[in-house]
């Protein structure tokens, strides 16, 4: 069950990341909007992960929910929601948070460069400084509360172990 603090804590979170974006313009002309599309090919549900008690959060904003493979809840993308009711994880896409709990940066998300222009052009791979700012921010409040703390370290670990699995194959 979310607590007011929670969910005061993702609102403000929510509100630092909802008038920036990555560009400053709407990335979604580059791609035709990919990132919030149905990936799976009918293979298992594709959509944004989620931070504990979002989904309770957003459960009345008419979005649809599945659960990832590892068993963690994720919004599934139909390319149809309003921004100010995104994720936290649409919010900072195509990048991640890097963080061990107390230190924070943003890096590029590996699981996007199959998808994202952001990631693939170089014409359009240096983020919005305001955007930056405010996910780094964002994070920071985020950290504050050990739910969202834990979560944010265990995907920026398992990222982490995605670029250096990339580097040993390479």
Known sequence: MISEKQRDTLLK???????????????????????CKDLSKGLSPSGMALLPHE????????????INDDGTDILICNS?????????????FPYYVKTDGKNVSIGKDPRAAGICPL??????????????RNAKRAVRL?????????DLVKTSDFIESLYELSALTS
């Open 13 to 35: 979170a929510y509100s630092l990341l909802c008038e920036v974006t990555p560009r400053r313009f709407d990335c979604g002309t580059l791609c035709g909007s990919a990132c």
């Open 55 to 66: 989904k309770e959060l957003l459960s009345e904003s008419g979005f649809e929910f599945g």
């Open 80 to 92: 149809s929601c309003s921004r100010e009711l995104r994720p936290f994880a649409c919010r900072i």
């Open 119 to 132: 990631l693939l052009d170089r014409r359009h791979r240096r983020a919005s400084v305001y955007f930056l």
């Open 142 to 150: 985020l950290s504050d509360e050990p739910d969202f703390c834990a």
